[in-house]
């Protein structure tokens, strides 16, 4: 099928990102948040991030102007019923999910693909409240959406070969590369990527070096762009938690179970970048 128009629900650090490279590729994009307050703050995201592409000679002023037009921002649900196909971007939690999905299966037309940015809860599980587990699948985008070239495509158990198919065409068409995944708990990069971060704040925990020495360490002894407790500040500390303990509960690998440290920063609110403190300050 031909998508025109992406519903994406959630226009935060993710779901703005998502938004941003919709309307740049050509889409229609109608986003919905849950408030007048959080939906400005998103769109505000996404105009400072085009500003900044523009800036860099990546993006021209008239495509700005353009991608701009084709965006849509809305805090009823109702709005996404003539998607054709829909990115859920909300925050990590399953019964979150689910009563989205809830709602978009009633208003959306039979024809209407859903897709969830989870990072690692079930595609299955979330499907399982709609009647089109056929047309339902995983599209984990990573951050920051606009830059970062890979799309896990998550298969669920339902999910059919022409939906496959439709989403991969579809991904490839932002710009991205796909890699097909199983429906299994972080499928690929987080399935390899949670332990090791987790394992860095235990490092931290147990005082075997300062965190700016376990970031140094990372950074020039395994090549890696930043240290792992920069990169949790990047991605959330509460992001990484609610992910570490959904794939605890499911695997009961002790792999995955999240440091005390990092529950404790979660309820402080210190989640890293975007409240401006994390394992490092941001502040000013």
Known sequence: MTIRTVGVVGCGLMG????????????????????????????????????????????????????????????????????????????????????????????????????????????????????????FCGMHFFNPVPVMKLVELVRGYLTSEE???????????????????????????????????????RALEKGLATKEEIDTAVQLGLNHPMGPLTLLDFVGIDTTYYIAEAMYQELKDPRYAPPLLLKQMTLAGHHGRKTGRGFYDYRG
């Open 16 to 135: 703005s990102g998502i938004v941003e490279t919709c309307a740049r590729s050509g889409y229609r994009v109608v986003v919905r948040e849950v408030d007048e307050g959080l939906l400005q703050r998103g769109l505000r995201r996404v105009e400072e991030s085009m500003a900044r592409a523009v800036e860099r000679g990546k993006l021209s002023e008239e495509d700005r102007r353009a991608a701009r037009d084709r965006i849509q921002g809305t805090v009823h649900m109702e709005d996404l019923k003539d998607s054709d196909l829909v990115i859920e971007a909300a925050v990590e939690r399953m019964e979150v999910k689910k009563q989205i999905w809830r709602e978009l299966d009633a208003l959306c037309p039979p024809h209407t693909i859903f897709c969830s940015n989870t990072s690692s809860l079930s595609i299955t599980e979330q499907a399982s409240v709609t009647g089109r587990g056929d047309r």
């Open 163 to 201: 939906t496959l198919a439709t989403c991969k065409a579809f991904a490839e068409s932002l710009g991205k590369t796909v890699v097909v995944t199983k429906d299994h708990p972080g499928f690929v990069v987080n399935y390899l990527l949670v332990p090791f971060l987790l394992d860095a704040v």
